[in-house]
């Protein structure tokens, strides 16, 4: 074959999405769904960029589309961020997205319009077919390609491995919306502070499972894919599974869990979110890599009873808190924070969850690593 006749690839990278649930809608509520994507899609900064200089092949896929960007491998990633930001305004529409990066060759379709063809539009299908509604995933190629700009390597979380159609196994990580900070030192060792009194029994009758329920209704109901409510960005608050657990610790931890969401505001993955010990163990693959605090001691929570096993000869990792109320402090494999509180009893307990609310270096540091703020 002469060089006439091989075709000409180039790096194509592509933002996939579509709607989630579009198919089971009736027909003028589709066209109306993708009506409002177009128009939204359309006024994104990095769309009219693209297109303006010929860098952008946009292609309807029916519940969606795929936007092909030339030159710039952050475009894609870009684009999503603005569709996130806008779709705040548009909770009807639950989109999902995927971001890819690889070789694609320009062809014409039937009517002789501009195409394209290629394993990246493929993969990049594949990838968003893994994400949540309202989540952003990235392939391993697509993230390695940002990673390598400081500016967007901290909004970039591994997820996990999955194995989809045809075999095809991908890497995948989540693009959080907002950056997070270089994780640093926690606690010193030696650190004791007096106990307050902000976090006394009579506020801890007024907490409530779940506060965000209507907000999680609509981001996970008969979708239940996790990583629409749970980013790098959010604090898992691990309790014991024996009914003494639930009565005590779980309120304590439910009150740090406010605090964590009232300091989160508007940000829908800067929250907290209480879990059993049993729930946590069973998800690793989503929750092993997020930070984390475990309330109750051991044998009551296994998780902290994990972090008394691995405390050194020389106590290093545990921290006094006060006579009776103990903490402990590790990096976990991403480097953000894993915490375990603890009291010689359930209400020594509560006062070590209440000291650390109150610590300068305790809730307030562990936010800042998380969220890249004070």
């Not at 960029?49 to 795929?66: F, R, V, Y």
């Not at 991908?170 to 693009?175: E, F, G, T």
Request: overall charge neutral; some cysteine; proline content about 5%.
């Amino acid at each position: 074959m002469t060089t006439a006749h091989l075709a000409t690839y180039e790096m194509g990278f592509v933002l996939f999405m579509d709607i989630v649930g579009y198919s089971k809608e009736p027909i003028d509520r589709q066209r109306a769904l993708i009506e409002s994507l177009k128009q939204l899609v359309s006024q994104c900064a990095e769309y009219k960029s693209a297109a303006s200089c010929n860098e952008l092949l946009p292609l309807p896929t029916g519940d969606g589309m795929a936007l092909v960007f030339r030159g710039d491998p952050f475009r894609p990633v870009k684009c999503a961020l603005e569709m996130a930001e806008a779709l705040k305004a548009h909770p009807q529409i639950k989109l999902r997205m995927g971001v890819h990066a690889g070789l694609i060759a320009q062809v014409s379709d039937i009517r002789d319009q501009p195409n394209a063809a290629g394993s990246a539009i493929n993969v990049a299908q594949r990838v968003m077919d893994c994400a949540a509604a309202g989540q952003i995933v990235l392939s391993k190629d697509a993230a390695d390609l940002i990673a390598q700009d400081s500016n967007w390597r901290d909004r970039v979380c591994y997820l996990c491995e999955r194995v989809v159609k045809h075999g095809l196994r991908l890497q995948l990580y989540s693009l959080e919306t907002y950056p997070i900070a270089n994780p640093v030192s926690h606690l010193a060792a030696d650190q004791t502070l007096s106990i307050g009194g902000t976090l006394a029994p009579e506020i801890l009758s007024h907490t409530m499972s779940n506060p965000r329920y209507k907000d999680d209704l609509l981001r996970l109901d008969r979708n239940y894919q996790l990583p629409a409510v749970i980013g790098r960005e959010t604090v898992i608050i691990v309790v014991g599974t024996t009914v003494v657990a639930e009565l005590l610790d779980r309120s304590a931890a439910e009150a740090l869990r406010d605090r964590i969401d009232a300091k989160g505001g508007e940000y829908p993955f800067r929250r907290g979110i209480v879990l059993s010990d049993k729930t946590w163990f069973d998800n690793q693959i989503l929750l092993g890599s997020k930070a984390v605090v475990a309330i109750g001691g051991p044998p009551a929570n296994k998780l902290t009873s994990e972090f008394a096993q691995s405390i050194t000869a020389t106590g290093e990792g545990k921290y006094a808190i006060a006579p009776g109320v103990h903490g402990f402090f590790r990096k976990g494999g991403t480097g953000l924070p894993q915490i375990g509180l603890w009291g010689d009893s359930a209400d020594k307990t509560r006062q070590a969850v209440e000291a650390y609310i109150n610590l300068p270096k305790g809730l307030s540091e562990l936010l800042a690593i998380c969220w890249g703020h004070t």
